[in-house]
């Protein structure tokens, strides 16, 4: 009875788990909306109009998400670059312009990166100018008083056709009482512009003028916020990386302003891939903020101290503005050469001492063979000959149990009815014997880390998103693209996430069951149980994670198969064991069966008795 009960208390929480599961990775894992089917429009050149949605949720990589958001971006785009009046950038690896009205880089795409998984799709788009749906850009200034600055609506004159590595450009302008005013740009062979400030007083009298500099975003096309991803507003303030705040705290702060303590080493906003930041000049002091300007618009301030310029003086403010993808290698070779922390900005966590590690050892691997799936496939190798020894000691350990268990058994039966005892002399035959009850755990322990600092690398590094593996896996960092409830794609219909059955997860599955049933037999029945039923459980509730976990845990499952194999010839007295309990199971299985089905088969009544039908008797004749 105890069995059955835990057997419905199992199957009711598992279901319980893959359905809730199911509803978490919608709302915490949302997809993005496709584009409706668009009506044909009344003029060739005009976009066909599309009904607005409501707000959907961040997806995990961002981006715009509405319909009709998409074809409003595309069709400003088409509008605000072809007015003219703008400096071309044609970095390594940033494309874009430079907007000659207010001095505005509004216009950068990422030519490493794509922004879908199709080879034809285009390269990712970063910056979007003011007023777009997607808008997003920086921009370099002054303020003051006693004399006009350039603002959003002045227009500069360029001097230098085009901004590569070996061709900077430089924009001026002078207003009518002396003052002039420069930004000279320079961009280095990744994602790094550098934008040098001078102002010169030609005026007769002094002026007071404090640079600063901003990124100017919408929240519309952030990535999804979560509890080990962060997505918002960051920056390095008095030596440490700030992840504390998001869209939403800046939001609600008093004033919409959140001024994070100390000097800020740098500053700006995330997405899981992306990031936009500010890096002040080293010497001169400066302030940062974060501010929400009403609606989906955010702004990050760096804001220089004021600097009183006399007539024939000048002064120099050189800032720069990271804006690409968050590569580890890039950021890593940026912190060396004097930016505080700049490789934290990928949020590894407080395991990054571990994660890094890993994340290192896997891309080594990737560039020496060349598949990143296969390189996962020989990070597992490496992880579980390191786990070796250890799972030999556990194998002797279970060998060790099993040999005890007739002690043990006495002992149940002698102290049945005292559990104080009964684990005070546990632990006596245990010292007695040399046994440790816990050394079996320890390879799970250890394996722990490890698998979660995969799963951090997988989410996090860039360096994984759209690496193919082999035949259907063409991106490792995104679940299995075939699922067999839709026969592969065959059927029209895409299944819930608790349903996304694919063969990476079915594959996972099995190799569990099979790990489990090389297993000795567990002496709890509920763990049976539970060693039954947890296969089958982590089939669905992985198949939503990324290919590449699902690679390296069915690796692992093989590799612990073939080290039980070998490990069960190496102690063939844990086998025989192990057969010897099933047996006895089984055996006691069958004699309880009988007793069990008389128990449950009800007794039958007792007939009523029937009389019996009498006959008269004849009268004898009576003599005379």
């Known amino acids: 009875m ?101 001095a505005v880089i509004d216009d950068l795409s990422l030519t490493s990166h794509r922004a879908e998984l199709a080879k034809t799709s285009g390269p990712v788009r970063l910056f979007s100018p003011a007023g777009t749906p997607a808008q997003h850009f920086a921009q370099f200034g002054w303020v003051g008083e006693g004399v006009q600055f350039p603002d959003a609506r002045t227009v500069w004159r360029a001097e230098g056709t085009r901004l590569t590595p070996q061709t900077p450009v430089t924009l001026r302008w002078d207003n009518p009482t002396g003052q002039s005013f420069a930004i000279r740009f320079a961009i280095d062979a990744d994602y790094m512009i550098t934008a040098t400030q001078t102002v010169a007083n030609r005026g007769a009298a002094p002026t007071v003028v404090r640079p600063f500099a901003l990124v100017n975003r919408t929240n519309k096309t952030a990535s999804l916020d979560t509890w080990n991803v962060h997505s918002g507003p960051l920056g390095a303030f008095a030596g440490s990386v700030d992840f504390s705040n998001n869209y939403k705290d800046v939001r609600e ?58 007539p024939g003086g000048q002064i120099v403010r050189t800032t720069r503005l990271f804006a690409g993808a968050k590569e580890n290698a890039v950021l890593t070779a940026y912190e060396n050469a004097g930016i505080t922390n700049f490789s934290l900005a990928i949020d590894w966590g407080w395991f990054r001492w571990f994660e890094k590690p890993i994340f290192m050892l896997l891309d080594w691997l990737f560039r020496t063979i060349g598949n990143f799936g296969v390189a996962i496939i020989c990070l597992t190798f490496i992880v579980r000959g390191l786990m070796f020894p250890v799972a030999q000691r556990q194998f002797a350990s279970m060998a060790a149990m099993r040999a005890i268990q007739p002690k043990m058994k006495a002992l149940q039966e002698r102290y049945k009815d005292d559990k104080a005892t009964l684990q005070q002399k546990t632990m006596e035959l245990y010292k007695e014997e040399k046994v440790n009850p816990l050394a079996g755990c320890l390879p799970i322990f250890l ?48 299944p819930p996430s608790f349903l996304a059955i694919g063969l990476l997860a079915l594959l996972l599955g ?115």
């Open 2 to 102: 105890t069995n059955q009960r835990n057997l419905i208390l199992a199957v009711v929480l598992t279901g319980l788990l893959l359905l809730g599961w199911d509803a978490g990775l919608r709302y915490f894992y949302p997809q993005p909306l496709k584009p409706a089917a668009s009506a044909p429009a009344t003029n060739a050149n005009a976009p066909a109009p599309v009904a607005p949605g409501a707000p959907a949720k961040p997806t995990r990589e961002g981006g715009l998400t509405s319909a009709a958001d998409i074809a409003l971006e595309k069709q400003d785009l088409d509008s605000a670059l072809a007015g003219g009046g703008r400096v071309p950038i044609a970095g390594p690896r940033v494309t874009g312009s430079i907007n000659l009205t207010g």
């Open 447 to 494: 394996q722990i880390p490890v698998f979660f600092a995969l799963y951090k690398v997988l989410t996090l590094a860039i360096e994984m998103r759209h690496q193919p593996f082999a035949l259907w896996i063409k991106d490792l960092s995104a679940p299995d693209p075939l699922h067999i409830v839709n026969l592969f794609g065959l059927l029209p219909f895409t």
């Open 510 to 624: 099995f190799t569990m069951w099979l790990q489990f049933k090389l297993n000795p037999a567990p002496m709890d029945p509920s763990q049976e149980i539970v060693f039954k039923i947890m296969p089958w459980m982590m089939m669905f509730v992985m198949a939503p994670f990324a290919a590449g976990l699902l690679i390296y845990w069915i690796t692992s499952n093989i590799l612990t198969i073939a080290q039980q194999w070998y490990l069960y010839k190496r102690h063939p007295q844990l086998k025989a064991q192990g057969e010897k309990d099933a047996q006895d199971k089984a055996r006691a299985a069958a004699r309880d069966k009988p007793a069990a089905a008389a128990l449950a088969k009800p007794t039958p009544a007792p007939r009523p008795s029937t009389p019996r039908p009498t006959t008269p008797r004849k009268p004898k004749p009576r003599g005379r």
């Open 253 to 310: 702060a008093p004033a919409g302003t959140i001024s994070p303590a100390g000097h800020p080493g740098w500053i700006g906003f995330t997405d899981i891939y992306w990031m936009s930041a500010l890096i002040p000049d080293a010497s001169a002091p400066a302030s940062g903020d974060f501010r929400a300007l009403g609606g989906d618009i955010f702004r990050a301030d760096l804001l220089y101290r004021p600097v009183a310029l006399a």
